[in-house]
């Protein structure tokens, strides 16, 4: 209708609920994710189409328990009891099943912060897992970049999981929004929702819907030189 404003769409308690200007929608929508919002907002506003949003959102939960169990396995090696439990994907993802999704943003990290180089791995049986289970090889998977918070006074931690977050990217199909320069020093969280979703709606935008008029590359390096002298 042309006196809404749609921004997207938001599933509370196993049904749909309408994103529009109006006050009761607000007070419900303040109640979820900002950047679940704002990536629907800015989504919307470049492609003017409705958008569904599918919101799966849980505090301090490990990456292992959102993974689907039965698909991943190492040969010869028990996996540990997190991933038989998947707790988080039976109870937020598993309903999911027979909708076809466009894509994921994935927003977590900090409670695997130490596993530092095995996250890898772990990220890689995650989006295996999701795509074989929504039965889509190419699942974009697009996630953010942990926020550089000294995680248990431990120096060390940090820059081994953000390696280990760089190797993702060697996954088809991925994308990482870099968090760095939104860092403001609170704890281990990004104050600016806002941005942080905007990033993520220009990968989407630039991937899914090829408008590479949109920034969504971050800085990487190429190659270095060691330079003995130095």
């Excluded at 109870?91 to 996250?119: M, T």
Aim: aromatic fraction near 14%.
């Amino acid at each position: 209708n042309s006196g809404e404003t749609l921004t997207s769409f938001v599933p509370e308690k196993s049904h749909w609920m309408k994103a529009d200007n109006t006050i009761e929608s607000f007070k419900k929508l303040r109640r979820l994710p900002a950047i679940a919002y704002y990536f629907g907002r800015d989504l919307f506003g470049k492609i003017n189409v409705p958008v569904a949003i599918m919101v799966a959102a849980s505090k301090d939960n490990k990456v292992e328990s959102w993974t689907l169990a039965e698909t991943m396995f190492d040969e010869g090696q028990d996996l540990p009891i997190c991933y038989r439990e998947q707790a988080m994907f039976n109870s937020l993802i598993r309903q999911f099943k027979d909708i076809k999704i466009k894509g994921v943003i994935w927003y977590q990290g900090e409670s695997n912060v130490g596993d530092g180089i095995h996250y890898t791995e772990k990220m890689k049986r995650l989006i295996l897992s999701w795509r074989s289970f929504f039965q889509n090889k190419q699942l974009p998977f697009y996630y953010a970049q942990l926020p550089p918070y000294q995680y248990a006074n431990d120096t060390t931690l940090l820059p081994n999981f953000l390696s280990a977050q760089n190797k993702v990217l060697q996954i088809p199909g991925t994308g990482m929004v870099v968090t760095n320069d939104l860092y403001e020093g609170k704890k281990f969280t990004i104050s600016n929702k806002q941005t942080l979703a905007q990033r993520f709606a220009n990968m989407a935008l630039a991937n899914a819907y090829y408008r590479v008029d949109l920034p969504f590359r971050y800085p990487t390096m190429r190659c270095f030189e060691k330079n003995a002298n130095i």
